[in-house]
């Protein structure tokens, strides 16, 4: 079965210390989300990086709606975070909503491949994580994701989450589990 690794949002907003959605527990994440890169990357997979990137000057981006402005074009926000560069051969798609797969042709991309699985980490696990992968079960992928690769500043909205991912669109496995499987 051919595999891509879509990492969400490992980008300084939410993984640096001064990132305005930077929380805590995404130092652990980070570094878990680093392991699961390099073992994709060793087994030759496609790799995938999503960052959500809003235009500096629209006032009237819809998100605004519900969130303050936030991962700004060009801002040192939406750089990778620490350690997560992309390599030549990668792809990075750029979102403005919480799905990877909404408005972006990031659908295009993986069916061009032959993917047929997609192991899903990153930040936030009821948002952006939990969209995505519903939206990649949509489509008719194989959705995974690396139970200590994504997280939350709401912890019981990240298990809950975690629950309906294992329940209704795919699977979530360990670190472990995914470092024996990949």
């Not at 659908?107 to 990153?122: A, S």
């Not at 969209?131 to 949509?138: E, K, L, M, P």
Request: hydrophobic share 45%; aromatic share 10%; net charge negative.
């Amino acid at each position: 079965m051919k595999r891509a690794l879509i990492l969400i949002d490992v980008i300084n907003d939410f993984m640096h210390p001064q990132g305005v959605n930077y929380y805590p527990v995404y130092d652990e994440v980070l570094s878990a989300v680093r392991q699961v890169l390099s073992v994709a990357r060793r087994a030759g997979w496609m790799i995938v990086h999503v960052r959500e990137t809003h235009p500096l000057h629209h006032g009237e981006d819809f998100e605004f709606e519900k969130l303050p402005q936030h991962c700004l074009e060009g801002s040192q926000a939406v750089e990778w975070a620490e350690g997560i560069e992309v390599l030549p051969g990668e792809y990075v798609v750029q979102k403005r909503r919480y799905s990877a797969f909404f408005e972006t042709d990031l659908n295009l991309l993986l069916r061009e491949k032959g993917i047929e699985q997609v192991v899903v980490v990153g930040v936030k696990t009821h948002v952006c994580v939990r969209a995505t992968v519903q939206d990649a079960f949509g489509w008719g992928f194989r959705p995974v994701v690396v139970r200590e690769a994504v997280g939350s500043n709401h912890t019981h909205l990240h298990l809950a989450s975690l629950e309906d991912i294992q329940r209704y669109m795919g699977e979530v496995i360990s670190l472990e589990e995914f470092e024996h499987w990949a």
